[in-house]
T-cell receptor, first 116, second 109 residues
Framework: EAGVTQFPSHSVIEKGQTVTLRCDPISGHDNLYWYRRVMGKEIKFLLHFVKESKQDESGMPNNRFLAERTGGTYSTLKVQPAELEDSGVYFC??????????????FGPGTRLTVL | GESVGLHLPTLSVQEGDNSIINCAYSNSASDYFIWYKQESGKGPQFIIDIRSNMDKRQGQRVTVLLNKTVKHLSLQIAATQPGDSAVYFCAEKCNQFYFGTGTSLTVIP
């Protein structure tokens, strides 16, 4: 069974440009999460989808970030316009959703975003 | 806000020795805790979890201890192997997941 995949693995853009990150969760997983790790700091929660609905987006930094999960399958995270402080590794995770409180999350390899 | 911290950012152990990685959490309402292992170029990988109604859970070569009195979580790795070298994150669940900054474990052959 394929794991969580993310594309691209690396992205280098200039300040002010737009970048779209993609996450393909494990097939059949209802829950999809986005996280971000800034260099040397903790992994921070961004948002949580249950199928195509945003369950919790309290971790989104500001309105330059837009996440979508049309059809409840893959998800995209768009940053527009990108700023220097957006640099970091963006992780996606998915879980089955049977028991949400203790549902094991499977992480993708992450997308390393560098904003110059 | 939430804070999950690790006592030591780096840890070096001799192959075959036992490793202990510590984690402090701040929210007494957290009811679920997980340890993740992250190898270079990969995403965090689930190792072991524990619910707040337990104080110890064992897996294969790993044990997680939870002390709710002092809000402390630890991961013990028995007979540490070179393949255990990685960054280890603890995470607590209180509505959402909160992660620590990670501890880098280096196993010396």
């Amino acid at each position: 069974e394929a794991g969580v995949t993310q594309f691209p693995s690396h992205s280098v853009i200039e300040k002010g440009q737009t970048v779209t990150l993609r996450c393909d969760p494990i097939s059949g997983h209802d829950n999809l999460y986005w996280y971000r790790r800034v260099m040397g700091k903790e992994i921070k929660f961004l948002l949580h989808f249950v199928k195509e609905s945003k369950q919790d987006e309290s971790g989104m930094p500001n309105n330059r970030f837009l996440a979508e999960r049309t059809g409840g399958t893959y998800s995209t995270l768009k940053v527009q316009p990108a700023e220097l402080e957006d640099s970091g590794v963006y992780f996606c995770a998915s879980s089955q959703g049977i028991r949400e409180s203790t549902d094991t999350q499977y992480f993708g390899p992450g997308t390393r975003l560098t904003v110059l | 806000g939430e804070s999950v911290g690790l006592h030591l950012p780096t840890l070096s152990v001799q192959e075959g020795d036992n490793s202990i990685i510590n984690c402090a959490y701040s929210n007494s309402a957290s009811d679920y805790f997980i340890w993740y292992k992250q190898e270079s170029g990969k995403g965090p990988q689930f190792i072991i979890d524990i619910r707040s109604n337990m104080d110890k859970r064992q897996g294969q070569r790993v044990t997680v201890l939870l002390n709710k009195t002092v809000k402390h979580l630890s991961l013990q790795i028995a007979a540490t192997q070179p393949g255990d070298s990685a960054v280890y994150f603890c995470a607590e669940k209180c509505n959402q997941f909160y992660f620590g900054t990670g501890t880098s474990l280096t196993v010396i052959p």
